[in-house]
Protein backbone atom coordinates (compact mmCIF):
# COMPACT_ATOMS: atom_id res chain seq x y z
CA UNK A 1 0.00 0.00 0.00
CA UNK A 2 0.93 3.44 -0.60
CA UNK A 3 1.99 5.67 2.20
CA UNK A 4 -0.82 7.58 3.55
CA UNK A 5 -0.91 11.52 3.33
CA UNK A 6 -1.56 11.88 6.87
CA UNK A 7 1.04 10.82 9.30
CA UNK A 8 -1.55 10.55 12.42
CA UNK A 9 -5.11 9.93 13.11
CA UNK A 10 -5.18 13.50 14.70
CA UNK A 11 -4.17 15.28 11.64
CA UNK A 12 -6.50 12.72 10.04
CA UNK A 13 -9.52 13.35 12.69
CA UNK A 14 -8.99 17.25 12.27
CA UNK A 15 -9.20 16.98 8.25
CA UNK A 16 -12.20 15.15 7.84
CA UNK A 17 -13.81 18.12 10.49
CA UNK A 18 -12.57 20.94 8.19
CA UNK A 19 -13.68 19.05 4.86
CA UNK A 20 -17.30 18.32 6.08
CA UNK A 21 -17.83 21.71 5.86
CA UNK A 22 -18.66 23.11 2.56
CA UNK A 23 -16.62 25.60 1.48
CA UNK A 24 -17.51 29.43 0.20
CA UNK A 25 -16.84 28.71 -3.50
CA UNK A 26 -18.10 32.10 -4.77
CA UNK A 27 -16.97 33.96 -2.01
CA UNK A 28 -14.10 36.10 -3.32
CA UNK A 29 -12.71 36.89 0.70
CA UNK A 30 -9.84 34.90 1.98
CA UNK A 31 -10.88 31.08 3.81
CA UNK A 32 -8.65 29.53 6.72
CA UNK A 33 -10.05 25.42 4.91
CA UNK A 34 -9.50 26.26 1.34
CA UNK A 35 -6.43 27.75 2.36
CA UNK A 36 -5.32 24.87 4.11
CA UNK A 37 -7.13 22.30 0.88
CA UNK A 38 -5.33 24.55 -1.69
CA UNK A 39 -1.76 24.23 0.01
CA UNK A 40 -2.01 20.27 0.60
CA UNK A 41 -3.18 20.41 -3.49
CA UNK A 42 0.06 22.11 -4.28
CA UNK A 43 1.79 19.42 -1.75
CA UNK A 44 0.53 16.41 -3.70
CA UNK A 45 1.03 18.48 -7.27
CA UNK A 46 5.35 17.53 -6.49
CA UNK A 47 4.00 13.84 -6.27
CA UNK A 48 6.52 12.44 -9.60
CA UNK A 49 3.83 11.13 -11.81
CA UNK A 50 5.39 12.27 -14.99
CA UNK A 51 8.16 9.85 -16.59
CA UNK A 52 10.99 11.33 -16.58
CA UNK A 53 11.97 10.04 -20.49
CA UNK A 54 8.12 10.55 -22.05
CA UNK A 55 9.44 9.53 -25.35
CA UNK A 56 11.57 6.67 -24.79
CA UNK A 57 10.26 2.97 -23.90
CA UNK A 58 10.67 0.81 -21.11
CA UNK A 59 12.20 3.02 -17.72
CA UNK A 60 13.96 -0.46 -16.71
CA UNK A 61 15.76 -0.67 -20.33
CA UNK A 62 16.79 3.20 -19.84
CA UNK A 63 17.91 3.01 -16.29
CA UNK A 64 20.18 -0.13 -17.42
CA UNK A 65 21.35 1.47 -20.19
CA UNK A 66 22.06 5.09 -18.19
CA UNK A 67 23.91 3.57 -15.31
CA UNK A 68 26.36 1.56 -17.91
CA UNK A 69 27.24 4.56 -19.83
CA UNK A 70 27.58 6.63 -16.19
CA UNK A 71 30.03 3.69 -15.14
CA UNK A 72 32.04 4.09 -18.23
CA UNK A 73 32.39 7.63 -17.51
CA UNK A 74 33.19 8.06 -13.94
CA UNK A 75 34.26 4.86 -12.59
CA UNK A 76 34.20 3.55 -9.22
CA UNK A 77 35.53 6.32 -7.00
CA UNK A 78 32.94 8.29 -8.26
CA UNK A 79 30.01 5.96 -7.03
CA UNK A 80 28.54 8.72 -5.18
CA UNK A 81 27.64 10.10 -8.05
CA UNK A 82 26.16 7.21 -9.98
CA UNK A 83 23.92 6.82 -7.17
CA UNK A 84 22.73 10.25 -6.78
CA UNK A 85 21.90 10.13 -10.55
CA UNK A 86 20.28 6.88 -10.34
CA UNK A 87 18.24 7.95 -7.52
CA UNK A 88 17.06 10.78 -9.93
CA UNK A 89 15.65 8.25 -12.27
CA UNK A 90 14.82 5.55 -10.06
CA UNK A 91 10.49 5.72 -10.02
CA UNK A 92 7.92 4.58 -11.38
CA UNK A 93 5.57 6.55 -12.43
CA UNK A 94 2.67 4.76 -12.79
CA UNK A 95 3.16 3.75 -9.59
CA UNK A 96 3.54 7.50 -8.26
CA UNK A 97 0.47 8.68 -10.27
CA UNK A 98 -1.60 5.62 -7.97
CA UNK A 99 -0.16 7.58 -4.71
CA UNK A 100 -1.09 10.30 -6.02
CA UNK A 101 -4.72 9.16 -6.47
CA UNK A 102 -4.29 7.02 -2.96
CA UNK A 103 -3.72 10.61 -1.43
CA UNK A 104 -6.75 12.27 -3.24
CA UNK A 105 -9.22 9.10 -2.19
CA UNK A 106 -8.08 10.41 2.05
CA UNK A 107 -10.19 13.89 0.81
CA UNK A 108 -12.61 11.74 -1.17
CA UNK A 109 -11.26 14.01 -4.03
CA UNK A 110 -10.90 12.79 -7.66
CA UNK A 111 -7.95 12.84 -10.13
CA UNK A 112 -9.53 14.11 -13.44
CA UNK A 113 -6.25 14.46 -15.65
CA UNK A 114 -2.60 15.27 -15.47
CA UNK A 115 -0.37 17.78 -17.40
CA UNK A 116 2.87 17.48 -18.42
CA UNK A 117 5.04 19.01 -21.62
CA UNK A 118 8.48 20.39 -21.73
CA UNK A 119 8.90 20.58 -17.39
CA UNK A 120 5.42 22.16 -16.90
CA UNK A 121 3.28 19.67 -14.37
CA UNK A 122 -0.12 20.23 -13.16
CA UNK A 123 -3.09 18.19 -11.82
CA UNK A 124 -6.51 18.84 -12.29
CA UNK A 125 -8.78 17.49 -9.50
CA UNK A 126 -12.60 17.28 -8.75
CA UNK A 127 -13.33 18.15 -5.36
CA UNK A 128 -16.91 17.06 -5.78
CA UNK A 129 -18.91 21.07 -6.09
CA UNK A 130 -15.83 22.07 -7.43
CA UNK A 131 -12.43 21.64 -9.14
CA UNK A 132 -9.09 22.26 -8.24
CA UNK A 133 -5.80 23.08 -10.92
CA UNK A 134 -2.57 22.92 -8.72
CA UNK A 135 0.71 23.62 -10.44
CA UNK A 136 3.66 22.35 -9.40
CA UNK A 137 6.57 24.45 -8.15
CA UNK A 138 9.91 24.65 -8.52
CA UNK A 139 12.56 21.08 -9.21
CA UNK A 140 15.54 21.66 -7.47
CA UNK A 141 16.41 18.77 -10.13
CA UNK A 142 14.40 20.02 -13.13
CA UNK A 143 16.71 21.94 -15.63
CA UNK A 144 13.55 23.60 -17.33
CA UNK A 145 12.05 24.96 -13.97
CA UNK A 146 15.40 26.25 -12.86
CA UNK A 147 15.52 28.26 -16.53
CA UNK A 148 12.04 29.47 -16.34
CA UNK A 149 13.07 31.24 -12.66
CA UNK A 150 16.02 32.36 -14.26
CA UNK A 151 14.53 34.31 -17.02
CA UNK A 152 13.30 37.05 -15.00
CA UNK A 153 12.89 39.77 -17.43
CA UNK A 154 9.65 41.79 -18.25
CA UNK A 155 8.34 41.31 -21.69
CA UNK A 156 5.04 43.06 -22.92
CA UNK A 157 2.29 41.02 -22.28
CA UNK A 158 0.56 39.82 -25.86
CA UNK A 159 -2.98 39.62 -24.83
CA UNK A 160 -3.50 42.14 -22.14
CA UNK A 161 -1.52 45.86 -21.03
CA UNK A 162 1.24 45.30 -18.83
CA UNK A 163 4.78 43.43 -18.57
CA UNK A 164 4.70 39.67 -17.51
CA UNK A 165 7.96 37.27 -16.83
CA UNK A 166 8.86 35.93 -19.79
CA UNK A 167 10.13 32.18 -17.85
CA UNK A 168 6.77 31.81 -15.94
CA UNK A 169 4.59 32.73 -19.39
CA UNK A 170 6.31 30.53 -21.66
CA UNK A 171 5.96 27.82 -18.68
CA UNK A 172 1.93 28.43 -18.56
CA UNK A 173 2.03 28.62 -22.24
CA UNK A 174 3.62 24.89 -22.56
CA UNK A 175 0.53 23.39 -20.77
CA UNK A 176 -2.78 26.00 -21.55
CA UNK A 177 -4.07 24.52 -24.54
CA UNK A 178 -4.29 21.07 -22.82
CA UNK A 179 -5.94 22.73 -19.33
CA UNK A 180 -8.53 25.06 -21.49
CA UNK A 181 -9.45 21.73 -23.15
CA UNK A 182 -10.46 19.64 -20.35
CA UNK A 183 -11.34 22.53 -17.78
CA UNK A 184 -14.20 23.55 -20.22
CA UNK A 185 -15.55 20.03 -21.09
CA UNK A 186 -19.06 19.83 -20.71
CA UNK A 187 -19.29 17.59 -17.17
CA UNK A 188 -17.34 20.36 -15.14
CA UNK A 189 -19.35 23.58 -16.62
CA UNK A 190 -21.15 24.10 -13.44
CA UNK A 191 -18.48 23.42 -10.93
CA UNK A 192 -16.24 27.19 -9.78
CA UNK A 193 -12.86 26.43 -10.58
CA UNK A 194 -9.74 27.27 -7.72
CA UNK A 195 -6.35 27.36 -9.15
CA UNK A 196 -3.23 27.00 -6.71
CA UNK A 197 0.42 26.60 -6.64
CA UNK A 198 3.82 27.02 -4.45
CA UNK A 199 6.71 28.60 -5.44
CA UNK A 200 7.13 28.31 -9.27
CA UNK A 201 3.43 26.76 -9.07
CA UNK A 202 1.89 29.54 -7.27
CA UNK A 203 3.62 31.95 -10.59
CA UNK A 204 1.83 29.63 -12.96
CA UNK A 205 -1.54 29.86 -10.85
CA UNK A 206 -1.11 33.36 -11.25
CA UNK A 207 -0.56 33.60 -14.73
CA UNK A 208 -3.19 31.35 -15.50
CA UNK A 209 -5.77 33.04 -13.44
CA UNK A 210 -5.41 36.05 -15.27
CA UNK A 211 -5.50 34.19 -18.79
CA UNK A 212 -7.32 31.21 -18.10
CA UNK A 213 -11.32 31.41 -18.73
CA UNK A 214 -13.99 28.56 -17.20
CA UNK A 215 -17.70 28.35 -17.93
CA UNK A 216 -18.20 27.75 -13.94
CA UNK A 217 -16.18 30.92 -13.09
CA UNK A 218 -13.07 30.91 -11.51
CA UNK A 219 -13.90 30.81 -8.00
CA UNK A 220 -10.32 32.11 -6.22
CA UNK A 221 -6.02 31.59 -6.80
CA UNK A 222 -4.50 30.56 -3.78
CA UNK A 223 -0.51 30.78 -3.95
CA UNK A 224 2.02 29.52 -1.38
CA UNK A 225 5.32 30.86 -1.60
CA UNK A 226 4.95 32.63 -5.18
CA UNK A 227 7.75 35.25 -6.27
CA UNK A 228 6.32 38.03 -8.46
CA UNK A 229 4.82 37.56 -11.64
CA UNK A 230 4.13 40.57 -13.61
CA UNK A 231 4.34 44.88 -13.28
CA UNK A 232 1.40 46.46 -11.80
CA UNK A 233 -0.54 47.31 -15.22
CA UNK A 234 -0.30 43.30 -15.69
CA UNK A 235 -1.42 42.57 -12.41
CA UNK A 236 -4.57 45.26 -11.89
CA UNK A 237 -6.18 43.51 -14.79
CA UNK A 238 -6.51 40.54 -12.81
CA UNK A 239 -10.39 40.09 -12.62
CA UNK A 240 -10.56 36.76 -10.07
CA UNK A 241 -9.46 37.24 -6.34
CA UNK A 242 -5.87 35.82 -5.64
CA UNK A 243 -5.01 35.01 -1.90
CA UNK A 244 -1.19 35.16 -1.26
CA UNK A 245 0.39 32.71 1.36
CA UNK A 246 3.13 34.41 2.74
CA UNK A 247 5.27 31.75 5.33
CA UNK A 248 7.55 33.51 7.94
CA UNK A 249 11.20 34.04 6.06
CA UNK A 250 10.24 32.78 3.37
CA UNK A 251 12.50 34.52 0.57
CA UNK A 252 11.51 33.26 -2.59
CA UNK A 253 8.12 35.83 -2.21
CA UNK A 254 11.15 38.51 -2.31
CA UNK A 255 11.61 37.61 -5.84
CA UNK A 256 12.46 39.33 -8.65
CA UNK A 257 12.93 42.25 -6.40
CA UNK A 258 10.37 44.94 -6.74
CA UNK A 259 10.15 48.27 -7.44
CA UNK A 260 12.15 50.18 -4.66
CA UNK A 261 15.42 48.31 -5.16
CA UNK A 262 15.39 48.25 -8.36
CA UNK A 263 14.38 51.75 -8.39
CA UNK A 264 17.45 53.00 -6.55
CA UNK A 265 20.14 50.67 -8.29
CA UNK A 266 18.95 52.37 -11.35
CA UNK A 267 19.43 56.24 -9.88
CA UNK A 268 22.60 54.75 -8.22
CA UNK A 269 23.96 53.61 -11.70
CA UNK A 270 23.28 56.27 -13.61
CA UNK A 271 26.41 58.67 -12.07
CA UNK A 272 28.42 55.68 -13.68
CA UNK A 273 30.46 57.52 -16.83
CA UNK A 274 29.66 56.21 -20.27
CA UNK A 275 27.56 53.02 -19.23
CA UNK A 276 25.56 54.37 -16.72
CA UNK A 277 22.61 55.64 -18.29
CA UNK A 278 22.15 52.81 -20.64
CA UNK A 279 22.98 50.57 -18.24
CA UNK A 280 19.80 52.19 -15.91
CA UNK A 281 17.10 52.76 -18.73
CA UNK A 282 18.26 49.07 -19.45
CA UNK A 283 17.27 47.47 -15.84
CA UNK A 284 14.52 49.79 -15.55
CA UNK A 285 12.73 48.30 -18.30
CA UNK A 286 13.42 44.66 -18.25
CA UNK A 287 13.36 44.01 -14.30
CA UNK A 288 11.54 47.31 -12.72
CA UNK A 289 7.91 47.23 -11.77
CA UNK A 290 7.55 44.00 -10.70
CA UNK A 291 4.66 43.42 -7.91
CA UNK A 292 2.77 41.02 -6.42
CA UNK A 293 -0.92 40.15 -6.90
CA UNK A 294 -3.47 39.66 -4.75
CA UNK A 295 -3.88 40.22 -1.15
CA UNK A 296 -0.89 38.56 1.28
CA UNK A 297 -1.72 36.59 4.16
CA UNK A 298 1.79 36.49 6.39
CA UNK A 299 2.26 33.15 8.41
CA UNK A 300 4.42 34.04 11.56
CA UNK A 301 7.47 32.67 12.58
CA UNK A 302 7.43 30.05 14.69
CA UNK A 303 10.06 27.79 16.51
CA UNK A 304 11.34 24.54 14.18
CA UNK A 305 8.53 21.97 14.20
CA UNK A 306 6.05 23.31 16.44
CA UNK A 307 3.76 25.12 14.59
CA UNK A 308 0.98 25.21 17.35
CA UNK A 309 1.72 29.14 18.17
CA UNK A 310 1.23 30.17 14.59
CA UNK A 311 -1.39 33.32 13.72
CA UNK A 312 -1.93 34.36 10.37
CA UNK A 313 -1.24 38.25 9.98
CA UNK A 314 -3.23 40.32 7.01
CA UNK A 315 -0.36 43.01 6.71
CA UNK A 316 3.19 43.04 7.87
CA UNK A 317 5.72 45.97 7.29
CA UNK A 318 8.64 45.65 5.24
CA UNK A 319 10.70 45.82 8.73
CA UNK A 320 9.05 43.07 10.26
CA UNK A 321 9.58 40.54 7.02
CA UNK A 322 13.30 41.54 7.39
CA UNK A 323 13.90 40.95 10.77
CA UNK A 324 12.11 37.38 10.14
CA UNK A 325 14.87 37.03 7.63
CA UNK A 326 17.72 37.84 9.85
CA UNK A 327 16.25 35.38 12.91
CA UNK A 328 16.30 32.34 10.09
CA UNK A 329 19.16 33.47 8.14
CA UNK A 330 21.30 31.27 10.52
CA UNK A 331 22.03 28.33 10.09
CA UNK A 332 21.10 28.61 6.47
CA UNK A 333 18.69 25.48 6.27
CA UNK A 334 16.06 26.97 8.63
CA UNK A 335 15.47 29.66 5.92
CA UNK A 336 14.67 27.40 2.73
CA UNK A 337 12.55 25.33 5.50
CA UNK A 338 10.16 28.35 5.28
CA UNK A 339 9.98 27.83 1.81
CA UNK A 340 8.71 24.56 2.09
CA UNK A 341 4.84 23.39 1.30
CA UNK A 342 4.66 21.20 3.81
CA UNK A 343 5.35 23.54 6.59
CA UNK A 344 2.69 25.68 5.14
CA UNK A 345 0.29 22.79 4.74
CA UNK A 346 0.86 21.86 8.63
CA UNK A 347 0.86 25.60 9.54
CA UNK A 348 -2.46 26.19 7.39
CA UNK A 349 -4.23 23.25 8.91
CA UNK A 350 -3.45 24.44 12.58
CA UNK A 351 -5.24 27.76 11.59
CA UNK A 352 -7.86 26.65 10.29
CA UNK A 353 -9.01 23.98 13.42
CA UNK A 354 -8.26 26.60 15.82
CA UNK A 355 -10.80 28.89 13.77
CA UNK A 356 -13.61 26.55 13.12
CA UNK A 357 -13.77 24.56 16.61
Aim: hydrophobic share 35%; with cysteine; aromatic share 10%.
Amino acid sequence: MYDKYFTSEDDATNASHLLSKELPTYRKAYSDRTAWIMSVMSELAYIKFNSLFPESGSTDFIKEHFIKKVNSLVGEEKSKIVTTLINKINYNPTVEKAKLESNLDEFQFKLLKTFDDKGTQAILVDAGTYIILSFRGTEADSLSDIKADAKANLAKCSVSEGQIHTGFRDSFNYIRRDVEEEINKEEYSNKPLFITGHSLGGALATVATKFLTHKGGIAACYTFGSPRVGNDDWVNNIKSPIHRIVNAADSVTMLPPGDVPISALSFCLRFIPSIGEPASKYLSEKFGRYMHAGNMRYLTNCKPGDFNDVRVLYSVSFTYRIKALIVKSLPFGKLLSDHSISNYSKKLMIIAINRNK
